[in-house]
């Protein structure tokens, strides 16, 4: 009911319409029928049927407006939990890969070029994972711009 809150609002209204034409006798067509012609010198007529279409048309695009925001605003929900979940795993794996580091470091003939190569390699990483994390619009264009790379399909 929650979802279909003004459709209740729109039967609630319609039963008590129709309620109140039978209890009273009214026909509430036949009344806006003769108002319009009652004002028939002002060709309101003509204009009663482009407005309800216009509105109809109106309300079809709002609803699929909603609904393509409401897609798009799940979609970078999920972006945003699979960065972060990424972020976790690839992080705790880069401080696991600081033991092979300080193992490197302690044995005595290990080259010191490739312990500076890999701290390189940590930092960019690191810097690519913040990256990722701080798009606002998210698109593959977005996403390959923060990281500088090309996104294949």
Known sequence: MKNYKWTAVG??????????????DLDFFESFCTWLIRYERFELDEFVFPVITVLVFLIIDLVRFKKDRNVKEAREGIYKA???????????????????????????????????????IMEQAVTQL??????????????????????FE
């Open 11 to 24: 039967l609630g209204l319609a039963v008590a319409m129709l309620g109140i034409a039978l209890f009273f």
């Open 130 to 151: 913040e990256a990722l994390g701080e798009i606002e619009n998210v698109d593959k264009e977005a996403i390959a711009k923060s990281i500088n790379i090309k996104i």
């Open 82 to 120: 699979m960065v972060q979940a990424s972020d976790h795993v690839l992080k705790n794996c880069l401080n696991q890969m600081q033991i092979i580091k300080y193992a490197a470091e302690e044995t005595p003939d290990f080259d010191p070029e490739v312990l500076k190569s890999f701290d390189a």
